[in-house]
């Protein structure tokens, strides 16, 4: 067959026709082998740009379109939807990046930007040259969906989701749902009690017919593909039978053993037999196997002898559960920094220096001081210094900004004065202050306005040794104020430490376990950060809330909407399109070394054990050529991308175009 190549290129505004010469490179590619049209053209993209490829389809024959313009990841589909509304496969439509590779990187080069986009147009158009007709594929989709981790931001996506009608399986590590947002007092900038919002949305879950919950459970095996994923969940036991246990709370009255409160920070006990905090969801206590009397020596089983409906049962047993999902949404939050190692700070050494989810306790209504702020010796404070920005924005730390920090700091100061007086004296010690959402910069002047004192410099040093009366049994902040040009020390009675949020102790396992990637700074990466931030790079698999990133809790909630959108569009179309440029494997040539095997991150390829030979999962593999790469023998290759194709690209890309472009 005879290839009949029309070549498009796009001006993409002044993008493009702004940093080369989009008709000496039009003119070039009307020279090049078998191309038969080339075209340019303002926005390639739009509508007329689409019809100008589908009338050279059908009036000229073209059997390959190569579209010379932004990133195939942009808009690959759209102009592969054209080609097929025009009659020809989708797969002999291809695309060379000149915007991203030549225009923006050779900005004041326009020559060499020429030359450069001329070399990617002659080695796409071979490209195109060896590329065949492919069959697209589509799979159905199971309707259900797994969501991971149940703070706010799974609570949202799972609602969202059962609200439509569809199975969610909601899976939460802890005994209880509700997250880092069940340990927050109130919320800026309204400061809105945070159980008024978040308890009717942990009710709405638990009576929700169509959310299947599974606390203290995790996620231990994922595989599969997008719409028909298999996942195994293990149910860690709680000791306690669901079904016969009423909430009563006489176990846990009852029980003698005492260790510090996790929930609460260490701040307060709670028993070998607990629920997390008052209001969990759901009401369900579980017992620490590692502190229960009953689990270390068989010493104790009063919860037992009191429980009135007989629901304690010590010999419970791990449950494994298995689910078929559709779609996968993973929210498992965020952890924060332990400042100990600042040692400067004086956090674990000097009394009356917290952390902000301390504070945060301290300040909530059911918290271990019962919403009082209160010192040590039990006396309210007269003088509070927050700092700003601890372990954040710090190049021996984290060097990214946790976004949150300036707006619960001045929410503490806005409390402090609310609660303690007027007459409290409140230090914000600030790099900078960062009050970007709705609101957030009306709620920073509020504070200016009631008294705050705002000292631009980050803390140098807590100490508690004194330099003059004043100082004598406080704590004083060394400080530089970087306004006034000098150091200063500010003498208090308690420090309020405003800690970065950091990735997951355990992300690396959950990274592992959903074969997602993770950003320099630790969180899952997204596929695109502007245009698709809650995808992942494995489809059918959606990150959102803080483990994707640090946000509030009004962007988590915006985020988890998002992605609950996402999930029901894959689900509702009933099928999912497949991946048609797959490997595939020449038996004669394959020695089924295992090579493959063992570098395809999406468990695609798999080596039979009888034949001695590799086997593709086409409904699984994603076409990246890892296999075709690492192929000693080449019986791997990847449809549409053989040898003979790639080592005409590289020729034609390495060819000497200077001159050309004059």
């Excluded at 920094?337 to 000097?350: A, E, H, N, S, V």
Aim: hydrophobic share 35%; net charge neutral.
């Amino acid at each position: 067959m005879k290839r009949k190549i029309g070549v498009y290129i796009c001006h993409c505004g002044s993008n493009i026709a702004g940093y080369l010469d989009v008709k000496k490179t039009t003119a070039y590619a009307a020279t090049l082998p078998y191309v038969v049209v080339a075209r340019d053209y303002q926005f390639m993209c739009s509508d007329p740009g689409q019809d100008m490829i589908k009338n050279d389809i059908k009036e000229l024959g073209l059997n390959g379109v190569l579209v010379c313009s932004c990133s195939p990841t942009l808009h690959l589909r759209t102009f592969r939807e054209a080609c097929a509304e025009a009659g020809l496969n989708p797969h002999l439509c291809e695309m060379a990046t000149i915007r991203e590779l030549c225009s923006w990187v050779h900005s004041h080069e326009r020559e060499n930007a020429t030359e450069k986009a001329m070399a990617l147009i002659a080695a796409g158009v071979r490209r195109v040259l060896y590329r065949n007709p492919l069959e697209t594929k589509w799979a159905p989709v199971t309707p259900n969906t797994l969501i991971v981790g149940a703070g706010i931001a799974g609570i949202q996506t799972a609602l969202e989701i059962a609200g439509a009608g569809n199975k969610v399986y909601l899976v939460e590590k802890e005994p209880s749902i509700g997250g880092r947002m069940a340990q927050l007092g109130k919320t800026f900038p309204s400061l809105d009690s945070t159980s008024d919002m978040l308890i009717p949305q942990m009710e709405a879950v638990q009576a929700n017919k169509n959310i299947e919950l599974l606390t203290n459970s995790e996620i231990t095996e994922v595989s599969g593909y997008i719409g028909n994923f298999k996942v195994t969940i293990k149910k860690k036991p709680r000791s306690v039978d669901e079904a016969k246990c009423n909430g009563c709370g006489e176990c846990w009255a009852k029980c003698p053993v005492e260790v510090p409160s996790e929930f609460d920070r260490g701040m307060s006990k709670r028993k070998a037999i607990y629920i997390p905090f008052a209001k969990a969801i759901p009401k369900i206590p579980v017992i620490d196997r590692k502190t229960c009397k009953f689990f270390l020596d068989g010493s104790c089983h009063v919860c037992a002898d009191v429980c009135p409906t007989k629901a304690i049962d010590f010999k419970q047993a791990e449950e494994t559960v298995k689910a078929e999902i559709g779609a996968c949404i993973v929210s498992t939050g965020y952890d924060t920094f332990d400042p100990t190692p600042i040692t400067q700070l004086g956090y674990g050494k000097l009394e009356n220096v917290v952390t902000s989810p301390e504070f945060e306790r301290m300040l909530s209504p059911d918290g271990p001081t019962g919403g009082n702020i209160v010192l040590k010796n039990g006396t309210a404070p007269k003088a509070v210094a927050i700092a700003h920005c601890v372990g954040s924005r710090d190049q021996n730390y984290f060097q990214y900004c946790s976004r949150v920090c300036c707006m619960y700091s001045l929410k503490y100061s806005r409390l402090l004065k609310k609660l303690l007086g007027h007459d409290t004296n409140v230090y914000q010690m600030y790099i900078d202050m960062r009050c970007f959402g709705k609101g957030h910069e009306e709620f920073y002047k509020s504070a200016s306005d009631e008294g705050v004192n705002f000292i631009r410099g980050k803390i140098g040093q807590v100490t508690n040794i004194p330099q003059s009366d004043e100082e004598k049994g406080k704590l004083i902040v060394v400080c530089e104020d970087t306004l006034l040009g000098t150091m200063i020390r500010v003498p208090v009675d308690m420090v309020v430490l405003s800690v970065a949020m950091k990735p997951r102790t355990d992300m690396e396992e959950v990274a592992r376990t959903f074969l997602l990637g993770r950003s320099a700074d630790g969180f899952f990466l997204e596929r695109h950060p502007k245009l698709d931030p809650v995808g992942t790079m494995l489809d059918g698999v959606f990150a959102v809330g803080c483990c994707q990133g640090p946000k509030d809790i009004s962007d988590t909630v915006a985020q988890a909407t998002g992605a609950a959108a996402r999930a029901l569009a894959l689900i509702s179309k009933g099928k999912v399109e497949m991946e048609a440029a797959t490997a595939s494997v020449d038996e004669e040539v394959c020695a089924g070394c295992g090579y493959c095997e063992a570098i395809c991150q999406y468990s695609a390829v798999e080596v039979d054990p009888k034949r001695k030979v590799a086997v593709v999962n086409e409904a699984v593999c994603k076409g990246c050529g890892a296999c075709a790469a690492t192929c000693p023998s080449k019986a791997m290759q990847l449809k549409n991308f053989g040898q003979k194709q790639l080592i005409d690209v590289i020729d034609e890309a390495t060819k000497e175009y200077a001159g050309l472009a004059r």
